[in-house]
């Protein structure tokens, strides 16, 4: 690579300042390096893990709930299943009284709130068989540390003091089995992650990644970027928490999104000073052409990924305002140490080493870009038509709670529910829910439930455990399970049936609240995220047409990666096989939202790297066919090598048996890899190729010239562009 004698851009300005002053610089790194893990240590003790919901109707009912009994609401009902020996009957006085001890004897142990046939003779709790009853338990209110999606499995652990209690005071040979949801799952909970386990697996794969990319000793240098890059993305979060709610879940991601970014920023930087060094350039001048040509590229990428990840704050959930918040500034403290940090060290380096070996040209990849761009008409069918058909499979994506049906088919927990089913029991009482009347409106409001199309029945208990000075709890039986479009309307039914003073709760009705609320505003999160990351990439590389591509084929690429959720985890092909985790037929209520707003962001660094040097090519030669396939020549195997990194960080915390959290980050990872690939390495030179000289098309601004707007600095520098310039090419 030559010398460019273009004017210096501003990254190169920029850059002198940093070497001059790179006392200052290192003195800036230790002293934030420093307060950033002391912050990481006292952000322990300021972050939350209860996922809060202001202004939802079901979860301020539940929280209310919560507030005044301590059980219930959001909890989901254990329905523990008692089967008498042969001989016993439910009304017999010694059944009786062993239920009403067991129930006592459950509550002074766990805190749960009991309710079956001994507390009002409620005859739903009889089934067909005389000798077979079943049992509600909620569990006291456990704050939930994971991500707001069915969480099933993630609870405490009840099973054996419920099952210990009902044996021991009901007569021999009784049998006691626990159903329900999370009985009913094969997720459990795992304590959360282990996120210095996931964070030592992502940085091994990624050093074994840039050893293979650099050959050298280089490779330790992107990952010590990122190194650096953690505690100021931590320092950044503990500044958040003090005017803000900041979610456990966002140090979890946090360390593992710093790897990606922080090591894609400091690759591109690092590759391109090789390219200088090798070009004979030393190590300090090598050091500006890297950051002029590469610099402004990661100012741009930093601003796509912020964008992508800021418009998190427009959705009305806590915990996602959080999780976007802190995914800016992890991106922007990557930035920060790449554009400071990283000139300092490779100028060391090079002064230091030998002159490093030539990098692979990457001719297989210049050879894909030729190949796409020769059949550009049939690349575009065929790659587009698969993305197509993806996005169409997103549309049956399910954000509702898991039903019965698409779990456990065998074993204690669902032969106990085919037992209640058969005998006459509603499914729905897995999904049994709580209202809260006040105590004058009791009998009012139970007969006006009884009513409600779709409720099977109305159960509540003399206990004090249900009662207060002014609320009764009355739990609701639906004939459907809330994951069900049946049981759904029910719940509608319910509230429009609940008068003004009564609360409507349940873990069903909150859900279906959270994707109301969130998926309202996403067409807002959407537009504000297009709009912001156009105007950034059109500006940035001067092409209308260019920006509306990197937005439309992003748009693509997610809806894509939706659809292969559904076929993933929700249509269950080959789930248990790779992960070893049984899928419930769900997507987690998050899911979409987050992983937009995570990827719109990643996938755009590519799509800028790229860009920047199709640009860098195309000013060189006028030919845009040349400049397609000389840059992903020489960005395919570098762009490779940064999405296989990014896809071990997010695969790692795949590797979980928490369920919503391994669906998050396999969608994450699916879709870098689908991105990297089907998109990067076909459907871009396919449409680049297909436009033209209209890739360069630019409005004039004022009363510039083509001339000399054309030389300013570009996103990946090299010689003055003239918008408009025909190609060879096209």
């Excluded at 350039?281 to 800021?310: C, F, K, P, Q």
Aim: glycine share 10%.
């Amino acid at each position: 690579m030559m010398r460019n004698n273009a004017p210096p851009a501003r990254a190169s300005r920029f850059t002198d300042t940093v070497l001059r002053r790179s006392r200052l610089v290192v003195a800036a790194l230790i002293a934030l390096v420093a307060l950033g893990g002391l912050a990481a240590f006292d952000l322990a003790d300021r972050v939350t893990e209860a996922n809060r919901y202001p202004g939802l109707a079901a979860w301020e009912a539940n929280d209310a709930i919560h507030a005044e009994f301590g059980t219930g609401g959001y909890e989901r009902p254990r329905v523990a299943v008692v089967d008498l020996p042969d001989g016993a009957a439910l009304d017999e006085a010694a059944v009786l009284d062993g239920l009403a001890d067991a129930s006592a004897d459950i509550t002074a142990a766990t805190g749960a709130r009991v309710v079956g046939y001994a507390d009002d003779a409620d005859p739903a709790f009889r089934t067909e068989r005389e000798d077979l009853t079943y049992l509600l338990v909620f569990p006291r209110y456990a704050p939930s540390g994971g991500m707001p999606g069915s969480a099933l499995g993630e609870v405490a652990e009840l099973g054996p003091t419920i099952t210990a209690s009902l044996s021991d005071a009901l007569p021999a040979g009784t049998t006691v089995r626990e159903t329900g949801l999370d009985a009913l799952s094969a997720s459990e909970d795992a304590g959360g992650l282990n996120v210095a386990l996931k964070v030592g697996i992502a940085a091994a794969l990624a050093l074994a990644v840039l050893l293979w990319f650099f050959r050298s000793a280089l490779a330790a240098v992107p990952l010590l970027i990122a190194l650096l890059a953690m505690p100021i993305a931590a320092l950044g979060i503990w500044a958040l928490s003090l005017v803000t709610t900041v979610h456990e879940t966002t140090l979890m991601m946090a360390p593992l999104l710093a790897i990606g970014i922080a090591v894609d920023y400091a690759l591109i930087v690092t590759s391109r000073w090789r390219e200088a060094r090798v070009a004979g350039l030393d190590a300090e001048d090598a050091v500006r052409e890297a950051m002029r040509t590469s610099g402004r590229a990661i100012a741009v990428s930093a601003l796509a990924v912020a964008a992508g990840l800021a418009t998190m704050i427009v959705l009305p959930i806590p915990l996602l305002t959080s999780l976007g918040l802190g995914g800016t500034v992890t991106a922007g403290a990557s930035a920060l140490v790449t554009l400071t940090v990283l000139p300092l060290l490779l100028r060391a380096a090079g002064r230091r080493g030998p002159v490093p070996r030539p990098g692979e040209e990457g001719r297989g990849w210049e050879r894909l870009a030729r190949w796409s761009m020769r059949r550009r008409v049939s690349v575009i069918a065929v790659a587009g038509g698969l993305l197509l058909l993806l996005c169409g499979i997103a549309t049956t994506i399910n954000l509702s709670t898991p039903v019965t049906g698409r779990l456990a088919q065998d074993g204690p927990a669902h032969e106990a529910l085919v037992d209640l089913r058969d005998t006459g029991v509603p499914t729905g009482v897995v999904s049994a829910f709580d209202v809260m009347a006040p105590v004058e409106a009791e009998a009012e409001t139970k007969s006006a439930l009884l009513d409600v199309d779709g409720v099977a029945a109305v159960v509540t208990s003399p206990s004090r455990e249900w009662r207060s000075a002014g609320h009764v709890l009355l739990t609701v039986i639906p004939a459907a399970e809330g994951g069900s479009a049946e049981g759904a309307e029910t719940i509608q039914r319910v509230r429009d049936a609940a008068s003004d003073d009564v609360a409507v709760g349940g873990n069903a009705a909150q859900q279906i609240d959270y994707v109301t609320a969130t998926y309202a505003a996403f067409p807002w999160m959407l537009a504000l995220v297009c709009f912001v990351t156009f105007v950034v990439v059109a500006l940035a590389f001067r092409s209308v047409l260019l920006a509306l591509k990197a937005i439309l084929l992003n748009l693509l690429s997610l809806g894509a990666v939706l659809g292969t959720l559904v076929v993933v985890w929700q249509w269950g092909w080959g789930t248990e096989a790779v992960l070893g985790v049984v899928p419930d037929g769900s997507i987690g209520t998050f899911v979409p939202v987050t992983v937009f707003a995570f990827l719109f962001g990643l996938t755009m660094d590519y799509e800028v790297f790229l860009l920047s040097r199709i640009k860098e090519e195309h000013e060189r030669s006028g030919d845009t066919e040349a400049a397609v396939a000389r840059a992903l020549g020489r960005t395919g195997r570098l762009i490779t090598a940064a999405a296989v990194i990014l896809f071990f960080s997010f695969a790692s915390m795949a590797m979980t048996r928490e369920l919503d959290v391994a669906v998050f980050a396999s969608g994450v990872a699916l879709g870098i890899l689908l991105d990297v690939t089907l998109v990067r390495g076909l459907l871009v030179p396919a449409l680049i190729a297909a436009m033209g000289r209209h890739n360069w098309w630019f409005p004039r601004l004022g009363r510039r010239t083509p001339a000399s707007s054309g030389r300013r600095g570009t996103g990946g520098g090299g010689a003055p562009f003239r918008a408009g310039r025909r190609s060879a090419g096209g």
